[in-house]
């Protein structure tokens, strides 16, 4: 057997009342894509800062090409070979493509920068990758996919030997992941070695040489993907059997049309007066159905949800609730009328993060929670809250607990209990268990279904196949603003599905 | 479950440390100052002194009130000194009969002299509508609050200065003066009483009312608390008028005290009542902070002052000393916020 590239062994490290590691270890072999994988809250996060030099372990010892080596900083780890590209890009948005590439080691006689070969070489790298970008482009008006290839670039330039990466499709489209696939396994062609951190099992099953497991902060298995399982690896993952995992769920009873929208149509944006946003775009939802949107990154499924909440302006269209046209311009007028939205990026858009969970989920509920027109009455507020930790098993320490401190999927159930504890007719949730672990996806599932049997009726948006199919009645599929076809959930299979959503529109 | 991760019922022990530090940080380093400055100097811990504190600082402390609710939206005020002079000007020709008898000598007998209460709505009103201006380029013309109001800050002061005309306005009928120079039960100050009044409604609203979530709602996520059907352009603007309101009624306290209105008035009070405000606990970045934190760090930087007076430090080294610790809170808050993040 070949001596590994990387052996991090026995590695322990602890922070103010949590162990994060406990006999964590990783052995990477030369030449190999290695799937690491683990719950939130397993450890991979911490023993990639490790590796990355971001943090200090405890104890343990770490291997690399053969050495012992001790990462002193995220950069000592850069000039040994080793880059992580975290799921949070690092680039500098205003600036090149070229200068994000070069950035701190830039090309050029003394303190001066020597543009064209920078360019140059910046041109050279993308052309490795099998990219066409101008290395002159600024990074902000690239597209995600886009800026992760030139993070990647980056770590190219720095001639690394292990390229770590952090989540890499969990922002991407399908086409672009496979995209993504061919470069990564290009670089392994080329001799490299990638970590490829990931909660998407079929993404591991198809690239993947190798994986390792962590929970709880320890190493609970490795071995070969070929030899592996997909319900073998979450059994190691989750220490136990998923059975009801993307299980298909019991047909509730559905009943009339709740939301129907006719026409939503939303034109350019400000870089791109000819992009349509949102083109005469239909569809109904009926009480206690669960409708699911499918579509690649940008295929207006979130444009969508936004315009029939209100976030977003849309140009012409009507927005119908229970047969009358109602009018939303604003998320105030959406949930008057009995809408609720569970926006894709919990962070930015639904979590306050300094303010404490009971906080966090009254949010909505201002206006039931007043007493004498003014004041927040606190007592009902607790009972709220106590309320829905029962009903969605919210685990927090205290309603008081910052909601920082919670786990993704515990947070995104206190954004759920925030609409919940409104009533609402029609719940829209976009990317429901992003980022989330697979216990918590299950649950999260679960939660829906309830809601869906209490006659709220549901749309879920996800870019994951599997849970479209698994959670939907029936799928409506959208490409480049527009709505390609509808299907009955037990017709479609991902196949199906996928040439729906790829579908030319003007063709159908 | 069983596979709880670890993280959700561990990390509560660490961030309330943090928690702990930033709510009381402000408090234990005053009562350290404190007790330093009272062994150092007897005099310092009479009660005459620190009832002298606490009137200096009563000025400062209502502008730190308001000026709590604008950073908490992660706003910032910089025209709160100039509108201090202007509406103090407009107060004092109130009181004095009008903008025509302003520059009557004496304590206004001779002309038609109104009444302390409208010279404070008068104070009062211009600020109310100096702080709606500014809200509302703020929300609907979007420009930075430090744009917006490092132009009020010119503004207000060339307007000060048109209508003062040169000279000061002084002299005021006896109810307004005590307003400002006046003691409660022989020994409370009136500026006082009016400063801690304010300051415990203040604190009400912001920890019990609909509309104080909604302050650190915006404050926080502002999208979030949009797509949380909050109103985001009404909160914002809400808050200019609060500190409006306070530099109003800062203003009218101000000119009673002195007996006197004029245009240089309240020049680099902005400095001071930020200082007040971030060394008190509330963040920058919006979102975090109380009332209660203002209210010690208007006292500490009151203390703070008054303990290098008694040591007979030079006034340029107390700003020099002011200044480091503006820094130094900031430091501390950016540090408290990294690890709320990661927490």
């Known amino acids: 057997m070949t001596e590994p590239l990387l052996r991090m062994s026995l590695i322990g490290k602890r922070f103010p009342g949590v162990q994060a590691l406990d006999n964590a270890g990783l052995e990477v072999l030369p030449g190999e894509i290695h799937a690491l994988l683990g719950e939130n809250g397993a450890g991979k996060s911490t023993l990639i800062k490790i590796l990355s030099g971001a943090q200090q372990p405890d104890s343990g010892t770490i291997e690399f090409a053969g050495q012992n080596v001790t990462m002193t900083s995220p950069h000592d780890a850069q000039r040994r070979g080793i880059v992580t590209i975290y799921q949070e890009f690092t680039l500098a948005p205003n600036m090149t493509i070229a200068e994000n590439v070069f950035i701190g080691r830039e090309p050029g006689p003394g303190v001066f920068v020597d543009w064209r070969k920078m360019a140059a070489e910046t041109k050279k790298i993308t052309a490795r990758l099998g990219l066409q970008l101008r290395p002159m482009s600024i990074v902000r008006e690239l597209r995600v996919a886009e800026q992760q290839m030139v993070e990647i670039a ?22 672009e992941v496979e995209k993504l696939f061919r470069i990564v396994r290009d670089l392994k062609a080329q001799g490299l070695s990638i970590i490829f951190v990931t909660h998407r099992l079929e993404e591991v099953m198809q690239i993947c040489d190798r994986y390792t497991v962590l929970r709880d902060g320890r190493l ?9 399982t997909i319900q073998g690896i979450i059994r190691l993952i989750v220490g136990r059997e998923v059975n009801a995992l993307f299980a298909r769920r ?19 944006n400000a870089q791109d007066q000819n992009a349509t946003v949102l083109a005469n775009v239909g569809l109904e939802v009926h009480r206690g159905e669960i409708l699911g949107i499918a579509g690649l990154v940008g295929a207006g499924r979130t444009e969508m949800a936004r315009a029939v909440f209100g976030a977003d302006p849309f140009d012409s269209g009507r927005v119908v609730i229970d047969g009358r046209e109602v009018r939303i311009r604003s998320p105030q007028d959406a949930i008057r009328h009995g809408i609720g939205l569970v ?28 007493r004498w027109g003014l004041f927040i009455d606190e007592v009902a507020e607790r009972a709220m809250v106590e309320e829905y930790r029962k009903k969605l098993n919210i685990r927090m320490a205290s309603p008081e607990q910052i909601i920082a401190g919670l786990s993704g999927g515990n947070q995104q159930k206190v954004t759920l209990a925030r609409w919940l504890a409104l009533g609402p007719k029609v719940l829209i949730v976009d990317e429901p268990t992003r980022g989330i672990d697979i216990g918590a996806k299950v649950e999260v599932h679960n939660l829906l279904f309830e809601l869906a049997r209490s006659g709220i009726a549901v749309i879920a948006i996800s870019s994951e196949l599997p849970e479209v199919l698994a959670i939907s009645d029936r799928i409506v599929t959208m490409r480049e603003g527009r709505v390609t076809g509808e299907i009955m959930s037990e017709e479609a299979n991902e196949e199906i599905l996928m040439s729906m959503m790829t579908l030319n529109t003007k063709a159908a | 479950m069983t596979q709880d991760p670890p993280s959700d019922t ?23 100052l404190m007790t330093g400055f009272a062994l150092y100097e007897p005099r310092f811990l009479t009660p005459l002194n620190l009832f002298n504190v606490l009137r200096q600082v009563s000025i400062y402390g209502l502008l730190a009130v308001g000026m709590t609710f604008v950073i908490l939206t992660a706003g910032i005020d910089l025209s709160i000194g100039s509108l201090v002079a ?26 038609a002299s109104y009444g302390w209460y409208l ?28 744009v917006v109001t490092l132009g009020g800050m010119s503004a207000f002061r060339g307007a000060a200065l048109l209508f003062a005309a040169g000279g000061p306005i002084s002299g005021f009928e006896p109810s307004f003066v005590w307003m400002g120079q006046g003691r409660i039960l022989g020994q409370l100050p009136v500026p006082v009483v009016i400063f801690l009044t304010f300051a415990v409604l203040a604190h009400i609203v912001l920890r019990y009312t609909r509309y104080g979530r909604q302050v ?36 009218f306290v101000l000119s009673a005290r002195l007996n006197s209105a004029e245009a240089v008035a309240g020049t680099g009070y902005e400095l001071t009542v930020i200082a007040s405000v971030v060394i008190g606990g509330t963040s920058l970045f919006g979102g975090v902070g109380t009332i209660f934190g203002t209210v010690i760090g208007t006292i500490l930087i009151g203390v703070l002052l008054n303990g290098l007076v008694l040591m007979n430090v030079s006034a340029y080294i107390q700003q020099i000393i002011i200044g480091i610790i503006i820094v130094l809170a900031v430091a501390f808050d950016t540090f408290a916020k990294s690890r709320r993040r990661t927490g």
């Not at chain 1, 019991?250 to 350019?268: N, P």
């Not at chain 2, 990390?11 to 234990?28: K, N, V």
């Not at chain 2, 407009?90 to 520059?103: M, Y």
């Not at chain 2, 909160?235 to 200019?240: E, H, L, P, Q, R």
């Open chain 1, 154 to 175: 980056r770590a190219l330039s720095m001639k690394s030997q292990l390229i770590v990466m952090d989540e890499p499709t969990s922002a991407l489209s399908s086409t």
């Open chain 1, 220 to 228: 609970i298995g490795s071995g070969a993907v070929a030899d592996a």
């Open chain 1, 250 to 268: 019991e047909r509730a009873s559905i009943g009339g049309v709740v939301l129907r929208v006719e026409g939503l149509t939303r034109l350019g």
């Open chain 1, 343 to 370: 926006p894709e990026d919990r962070k930015q858009q639904a979590l306050f993060l300094a303010l404490a969970v009971r906080t966090n989920l009254s949010m909505a509920s201002h206006k039931q929670l007043t």
């Open chain 2, 10 to 32: 561990q990390t509560p022990a660490r961030i309330d440390i943090i928690g702990f530090l930033a709510r009381f940080a402000p408090l234990i380093f005053l009562i350290v």
């Open chain 2, 86 to 111: 202007f509406a103090g000007l407009v107060a004092a020709a109130v009181s004095k009969g009008g903008i025509s008898n302003r520059f009557t000598v004496g304590a206004g007998q001779e002309a």
């Open chain 2, 119 to 146: 010279a404070a709505l008068a104070a009062i009103a211009v600020g109310l509508i100096g702080g709606f201006v500014q809200g509302f380029a703020i929300t609907r013309l979007k420009v930075p609050p430090f």
């Open chain 2, 216 to 251: 650190y709602a915006v404050g926080g996520n502002p999208e979030a608390a949009r797509l949380s059907g909050l109103n985001v352009r009404t909160v914002t603007t809400s808050v200019y008028v609060i500190m409006g309101f306070f530099a109003g009624l800062g203003a």
